[in-house]
């Protein structure tokens, strides 16, 4: 079974959450658990394999997941992951995108479960990091009940160390990978009935947690929340993981510090060839509901994003924020 303390974790999101965005994350919570993009196992294998995979060691523990549908191939892009010192491998069977269905891999793989308990078993055969898969409820028009079963039997029964179900069926034919954030409902409960199910198993619950009393409330459930959107969009909640899930003596959050670090960070980065906009994009709503915050969103959307910007241009836009008393808030 994979670390409990893993329980809390930030979802991999396209285009999104990129090595930058993981180091800022990290920066919030120490102890979430962390995920990369989807990486096309065929990328890794034969591409620039530290452009796709480089990441800071500050980012521990943070997992690779990977895209495909060919046990062998995904066998050996999880053992080049696993070097590159990822702590968890993670495979994709819940993206709803165009370009992983031309791929067959993503949610279409909820249709052949078998295969997904190959391509596991040759992971596991290759790494000793743990194996996981991210799904979801069923596709199209498969029912949850016996669709769901049939994964999470396969997987665990393969050796997969933990199940992340993203409480939504996809549709794979009608609906944009947009409109599948939304539609149709979430189904928590089955969810639930997976973990009753399977008692011994680590089950993990994700999709349209907004916050950490929804990601609590989950635990009484399920061993794991894992926070998407919510966590990119409102960062600010991550300062508060570690002292609501890990007992972590709960101070006021020092955002100046953070944001020192970040420019220390974006120096760095710009050292190397990289633009500031790189690393505050993802930033840009740590204010929220902070008087200033508007302004702060307009420096990290227009001076940050301008050639030759440095990083005093993310301490320009802290200094517009309003901090009220000693205990500033940013969710």
Same mark, same amino acid.
């Given at each position: 079974?994979?670390?409990? !303390? +893993? ?16 180091? &800022? ?11 990369? @993009? ?9 591409? !620039? /394999? ?22 062998? %191939? ?36 909820? %249709? ?8 596991? =078993? ?33 997987? &665990?029964?393969? *050796? ?6 993203? =409480? ?10 947009? @409109? ?14 997976? %973990?009753?199910? %399977? ?8 999709? *349209? ?19 998407? /959107? ?8 991550? !300062? ?14 020092? &955002? ?25 994009? +993802?930033?840009?709503?740590? &204010? ?15 001076? !940050? ?27």
């Amino acid at each position: 079974m994979i670390n409990q !303390a +893993h329980r809390i974790s930030v979802a991999p999101m396209m285009d999104w959450t990129d090595r930058h965005c993981r180091f &800022f994350h990290r920066q919030l919570t120490s102890r979430a658990l962390l995920y990369t @993009e989807m990486v096309v196992a065929d990328a890794i294998i034969h591409g !620039a /394999r530290e452009r796709l995979l480089g990441f800071d060691a500050a980012e521990h523990p943070v997992a690779l997941q990977l895209g495909g549908s060919d046990p062998r %191939k995904l066998a050996e892009a999880a053992r080049i992951g696993e070097a590159f010192g990822y702590d968890e491998i993670n495979l994709n069977v819940g993206c709803p995108s165009d370009r992983v269905q031309s791929g067959t891999f993503g949610a279409c793989l909820m %249709k052949v479960p078998d295969l997904v308990a190959d391509c596991v =078993a040759a992971m596991k055969a290759v790494v000793t990091i743990p194996v996981t898969v991210k799904c979801r409820i069923g596709v199209d028009e498969q029912d949850p009940e016996p669709a769901l079963d049939a994964l999470a039997d396969g997987v &665990f029964d393969a *050796g997969a160390d933990a199940l992340w179900v993203h =409480a939504r069926k996809a549709w794979l034919e009608g609906l944009s990978p947009k @409109e599948n954030r939304d539609i149709p409902p979430l189904d928590y409960s089955r969810v639930y009935r997976l %973990k009753a199910r %399977k008692p011994n198993e680590f089950i993990g619950i994700n999709g *349209g947690i907004q916050s950490i009393e929804e990601a609590r409330a989950h635990l009484d459930h399920v061993d794991g929340s894992m926070l998407g /959107r919510a966590a990119y969009h409102t960062p600010g909640i991550l !300062a508060g993981v570690d002292a609501a899930f890990y007992g972590v003596k709960s101070d006021a959050f020092d &955002f100046a510090a953070l944001i020192d670090r970040m420019a220390d960070y974006a120096a760095r980065h710009i050292e190397q060839g990289g633009r500031l906009g790189h690393v505050t994009r +993802h930033m840009v709503g740590l &204010f929220h509901g902070l008087p200033g915050a508007r302004r702060y969103r307009q420096i990290l959307s227009t001076d !940050a994003t301008r050639p030759g910007a440095g990083p005093d241009v993310l301490k320009t836009a802290f200094a517009a924020v309003e901090f009220s008393g000693a205990a500033a808030e940013a969710a």
